[in-house]
């Protein structure tokens, strides 16, 4: 079955300073990958998604993430944070069976 | 373009009442979803629909009945209400999954509390 993990469900970084939140998955075949984000009391926006065109994908607002299928991998990265993107980040995927298959969410908080 | 619409956005029920969800979208998808939202515990699949007419249980129906009579809509019921129901509801649209990388849409939600 397929499986989203996501690792750290809080993540706390300074305003400027890198923001890493890692998804990991399980597939036996190259599946599509998508990050979304969840501002307070909003529903689930399209930050980007990988769709086999380019390992390195790259998103709104600054952020990109990397495929890398040998670590079943797809980690988003923003290198510089803004207050702005304090939010909960959700990685997803499909491949093909009807679904798509969620993480449990990190919630990113930016300090001042 | 409005995407995916959900109404109401607030409701209040007591135990034992009954409502109905309706969300309705505009970009002709065959596949549409109803997740609910917890502390903590991520985004559940409640039910989903691949085409107008067809319903499926996902991993939490219990509790919840849905229909899908048009394409745009889709609707979900609560015949009875329970205090374990208190949660967000998201409504969500798709073409098929796991083709050409088809994303999902989400609509704004809906904020339910069940007294």
């Known amino acids: 079955a397929q499986s989203v993990t996501q690792l750290g469900s809080h993540v706390s970084v300074s305003e400027g300073a890198l923001v890493l939140l890692r998804c990991n998955y399980s597939s036996s075949v190259p599946p599509y990958l998508f990050w979304y984000v969840q501002y307070p009391n909003q529903g689930l926006q399209l930050l980007l998604k990988?769709?086999?065109?380019?390992?390195l994908v790259k998103g709104i607002n600054g952020f990109e993430a990397e495929f890398k299928k040998s670590e079943t991998s797809f980690h988003l990265t923003k290198p510089s944070a803004h207050m702005s993107d304090a939010a909960e980040y959700f990685c997803a995927v499909s491949e093909g069976f009807n679904k798509f298959y969620f993480g449990s969410g990190t919630k990113l908080n930016v300090k001042p | 373009n409005a995407g995916v619409t959900q109404t109401p956005k607030f409701r209040v029920l007591k135990t034992g009442q009954s409502m109905t969800l309706l969300c309705a979208q505009d970009m002709n998808h065959e596949y549409m979803y109803w997740y609910r939202q917890d502390p903590g515990m991520g985004l559940r699949l409640i039910h989903y629909s691949v085409g107008e007419g067809t319903t499926a249980k996902g991993e939490v129906p219990d509790g919840y009945n849905v229909s899908r009579l048009k394409k745009q809509n889709f609707l979900l019921g609560l015949e009875s209400a329970a205090p374990s129901q208190t949660s967000v509801y998201f409504c969500?649209?798709?073409?098929?999954?796991?083709?050409?990388?088809?994303?999902?849409?989400f609509g704004e939600g809906s904020w339910l509390t069940v007294v």
């Open positions: 969500a649209s798709s073409l098929t999954p796991g083709e050409s990388g088809n994303t999902i849409y």
């Open positions: 990988y769709t086999s065109a380019a390992t």
